[in-house]
């Protein structure tokens, strides 16, 4: 990976911060950590379009967010990062599934601003992908802790450690299950602007659609929030990778609209129209039996990504939600339409 030392730019060496450039208002409502390196970039996927069917298949790539580490965790966590250090944080909890790209985005970036990571994983199918996140979580958290259910997360056994700070004077902050929340997704609220601004530079045509994957739902309902917003005319069409309790149209539009709360709290954009559900379109049917279970549509599509775009996409998230919105564009019938994947697994194997 690269030196650390160089991980946390400072904010003039960077490009303009997306959200920020499109409403400069929230400069002094939202403290944020700049980690990422945008834009990211977007790209015909003509091969792997080609092999099913699709004229113009593209990609935004936010596996290269930031270095060393992408994906789409780093756009949330500039914003979690600017929250809990100007709380005075020092430590943090994060709980999710043994192979959490979240769980190990916490521990890296917060390690390099002086946040120690307390990481709680609950069980989920194992593969290598798993393993080898697993393993660079145990690297750079303060402490893991594995739980029997993700269930008990919460309500046991990081709350024992959460208590045991607040009497020792230091409570932590704690981040929300994959990151997301209100707060964070103003992180793809802006990734929307970002992305206008390509299309005006004829960087790509707009798309019919923009598909991504959807788990925590944060980074599905700032894109609705950023979409409308900037005038964008496509269609955000999630592809649900979690049990459906989790991931579905009611908490991404909820999700949403509290988005659309806090940047009209922050005087950025004048009262706005709330979300409705019928606004979140979550494609179910991709999931498989379980959380983390490798689908053979899922392993099909992450060797033909790789194979014939040198994409590394995994089996748990991308893999499906590519899969989904290749399987959804047949359906349609949008063999010639320009259509977008949102990439949101990290791209850098340095």
């Known amino acids: 990976m690269s030196n650390p030392a160089s991980l946390l730019q400072p904010v003039a060496a960077l490009a303009p911060h997306p959200l920020l450039d499109a409403f400069p208002a929230v400069a002094g409502h939202f403290p944020l950590v700049r980690i990422g390196e945008y834009p990211t970039p977007v790209r015909l996927l003509s091969r792997l379009g080609a092999a099913y069917g699709l004229d113009q298949l593209w ?32 430590e943090w909890i994060a709980a ?42 145990r690297q750079h958290a303060a402490s893991v802790m594995v739980i029997p259910h993700p269930v008990l997360s919460p309500l046991a056994s990081g709350w024992k450690w959460f208590a045991r700070a607040i009497t020792a004077g230091r409570p932590p902050f704690v981040l929300p299950m994959g990151g997301s929340g209100s707060l964070s997704s103003l992180g793809y609220v802006g990734a929307a602007f970002e992305l206008k601004r ?40 999630g592809i649900g990778v979690v049990e459906r309790i989790i991931a579905n149209p009611a908490r ?34 991709y999931l498989g039996v379980r959380y983390g279970d490798p689908t053979p549509l899922a392993m099909e599509i992450v060797e033909q990504a790789r194979k014939l775009e040198d994409l590394p996409l995994e089996t748990t998230y991308t893999g499906k939600a590519l899969a989904g919105a290749l399987d959804y564009a047949r359906q349609q019938g949008w063999r010639s339409e320009p259509l977008l994947f949102w990439n949101t697994c990290n791209s850098y194997t340095e």
């Open 252 to 285: 991404v539009a909820a999700q949403a609209n509290q988005c659309l709360r806090l940047l009209e709290q922050a005087g950025a954009i004048p009262r706005q129209p709330l979300f409705h559900v019928s606004d979140a379109l979550v494609l179910p049917g």
């Open 59 to 90: 990609l935004k790539n936010d596996g290269l967010s930031g270095r060393p580490y992408g994906g789409n965790k780093v756009r949330k966590l500039e914003f979690l990062l600017g929250a809990a250090m100007a709380r005075g944080a020092r």
């Open 96 to 137: 999710a599934a043994l192979g959490s790209h979240h769980v190990f985005a916490s521990a890296l970036y917060g390690a390099k601003v002086g946040i120690r990571t307390h990481a709680i994983l609950f069980p989920q199918p194992v593969t290598d992908h798993v393993r080898m996140m697993f393993a660079a979580t």
């Open 198 to 237: 390509q299309i005006e530079r004829g960087e790509l045509p707009e798309p019919r659609a923009i598909f991504t994957a959807v788990g925590s739902c944060g980074t599905m309902a700032g894109l609705l929030a950023g979409a409308r917003l900037a005038g964008l005319n496509s269609r955000v069409v």
